[in-house]
């Protein structure tokens, strides 16, 4: 869209392109934030959740033993201190906070960390992967926990973040934890709708040394960012997020608000299922390969809020880990039609539509649709099939033909690659985070190794292999990174953008918290 056009779909919306936002109207006399976001809200239960709208939602509500710093170092939460570690680091004792408390006034106990990291793992939860590694979680006592590893776990600090949920009241009634949940975070739910909002209320009666200076905070999904930039521009909304690439230089010319960003851990690919249907043919996944031009695709819809990778590491994680980009780039085809059709006859797959998976997130639908044009240039059927979040979440692990043959991943991780790889790729993980159903037991005998791998440089040269092979084999298309970024109005003084995606937005940290003026 040209800037005139935006700037003229900007000052003629309409009512109807508004009622994305219109639920964040009427709010009280007090500090109220409101941030319209692309990201939608499916679940407020953590140990279930499994998609970024939810996780920034929960880490309003809960507390870990551990939270993140500045950046990502770890400080404690309800945990009293370091965690102390014993038997070369096989077993880890944490002491909690004796002041911790949920938001029914109970006190957080041992056994409530023991529930909160077994519970995934009985229950096949998405989030069983982060837990995984741990033999067993004792109680030792009302205020100590006992964490007992089979081998080291390098990653381990990321996993001490993991929220701490009330054992009894959520097994009460698993279902309705999931839309009202009691955690001991500095907010509480005061009203929540999936894929639409989540209204939060300060708990005045939090334990923790900083609480929120922001009363109720709003966060509505917004389907599209146009209707996004037209929120903040009438004042609906204070916050926008993430930026698109489409608003992000106009975003001064139509409201008083700034653009606020930094680099994270957030990456997109196209995954094939391995599984079922014609891409469990190697050449049907080459074939595609050659069916988009990717470095274009990064230039129109990515830059410059992001950047075009070439593996399933963000740029970030792959520099600090000093892995052979330029090799995995050079893996990377440009867009051929005429081998495409080459590879698609000999694999005898010309016939039938390929079925392209998409979220209704706007990058993930122009990502599907540029992948089904260059397919249709080969003179391959192709269906683009957009579907809601929750949707989407149980239909691109099914592996089957019928849901997907290639679905627009996204994957949120922090700076261990453990984090971006094993949950997306490990077989461990196939039907429940791992949509590829790759199985090639080198590679996932890599994968695992690296997790108890305390050498880095030996760590380092597992992961490097593990990932050529998945590129080789075009298990996955890494497409880009993208920033974790916010548009905040004049009058949201002291936002900062965290690093870890979930973290955001962030309203209190050790040395301050946000508030909201009179500018918004």
């Known amino acids: 869209m040209a800037r005139r056009d935006l700037l003229v779909a900007l000052g003629g919306a309409s009512t109807a392109t508004m009622a994305g936002c219109s639920t964040t109207l009427g709010t009280d006399a007090g500090s109220t934030l409101r941030v319209g976001t692309l990201r939608p809200p499916l679940s407020l239960d953590p140990i279930t959740a499994r998609a970024i709208g939810s996780e920034q939602a929960i880490d309003r509500i809960f507390e870990g033993l551990y939270g993140y710093g500045e950046g ?19 077993e880890i004792v944490v002491e909690l906070d004796e002041g911790a408390r949920f938001q029914n006034d109970r006190a957080v106990t041992a056994e409530d960390v023991v529930y909160s ?3 995934p793992l009985e229950e096949d939860a998405p989030t069983e992967w982060l837990v995984s590694p741990f033999e067993s979680v004792e109680a030792d006592g009302e205020h100590t926990v006992r964490f007992t590893l089979t081998e080291p776990y390098p990653a381990l600090e990321h996993a001490l973040t993991h929220p701490i949920v009330p054992r009894q ?15 001991a975070g500095p907010f509480e739910v005061a009203s929540f709708s999936a894929e639409k909002k989540t ?15 922001i009363d109720r905070l709003t966060m509505v999904y917004v389907e599209f960012p146009v209707t996004q930039l037209t929120s903040l521009r009438t004042n609906r909304n204070d916050l926008i997020e993430p930026v698109s690439p489409l608003i992000v230089d106009h975003v001064s010319d139509v409201a008083n608000a700034s653009v606020k960003r ?22 049907v996944r080459e074939a595609i390969s050659y069916c988009i031009d990717l470095e274009k695709a990064v230039s129109e819809f990515v830059e410059p809020m992001g950047q075009r990778q070439y593996g399933p590491l963000p740029p970030r994680v792959a520099e600090e880990w000093d892995m052979p980009t330029d090799e995995w780039a050079k893996l990377a085809n440009e867009k051929n039609p005429e081998r495409a059709r080459d590879l698609f006859r000999e694999a005898d797959a010309a016939s039938g539509q390929l079925r392209i ?3 209704t997130d706007p990058k993930h639908k122009e990502f599907g649709e540029a992948l089904a044009g260059g397919l249709r240039d080969a003179s391959r059927g192709a269906l683009t099939i957009s579907v809601s979040e929750t949707k989407f979440l149980e239909r691109h692990v099914s592996g089957s033909e019928r849901d997907y043959s290639v679905f627009v991943g996204e994957i949120t991780g922090t700076p261990d690659p453990d984090t971006h790889l094993y949950p997306t790729f490990h077989e461990n993980m196939t039907g429940v985070t791992n949509g590829t159903f790759y199985r090639e037991d080198a590679v996932m005998e890599r994968l695992a190794t690296a997790r108890t791998t305390t050498d880095r440089e030996q760590r380092r040269r ?36 965290h690093p870890i995606a979930r973290v955001n ?16």
Do not use: H, K, M
């Not at 009241?169 to 955690?183: L, V």
């Open 72 to 90: 990502t170092d770890i400080v404690p939460a309800i945990a009293a201190g370091d965690p102390e570690l014993d038997n070369g680091g096989r």
């Open 117 to 119: 990291y077994t519970a």
């Open 169 to 183: 009241e959520r097994e009460d009634d698993r279902e309705a934890f999931a839309t009202d949940p009691i955690g």
């Open 199 to 213: 209204t939060l209320r300060r708990w005045d009666d939090y334990w923790g040394e900083t609480p929120p200076a």
């Open 262 to 283: 930094r680099q994270g851990y957030t990456s997109f690919y196209f995954g094939f299922n391995c599984n079922e249907g014609p891409t469990t043919d190697p050449r």
């Open 357 to 359: 998976l998409t979220s």
């Open 462 to 497: 597992l992961y490097e292999t593990a990932i050529t092979r998945l590129l080789e084999d075009r298990v996955c298309l890494p497409i880009c990174s993208f920033e974790n970024s916010f548009a905040a109005d004049a009058g949201v003084e002291n936002f900062r953008v």
């Open 505 to 520: 937005p962030r309203l209190v940290w050790e040395n301050g918290v946000v508030t909201v003026g009179s500018g918004s």
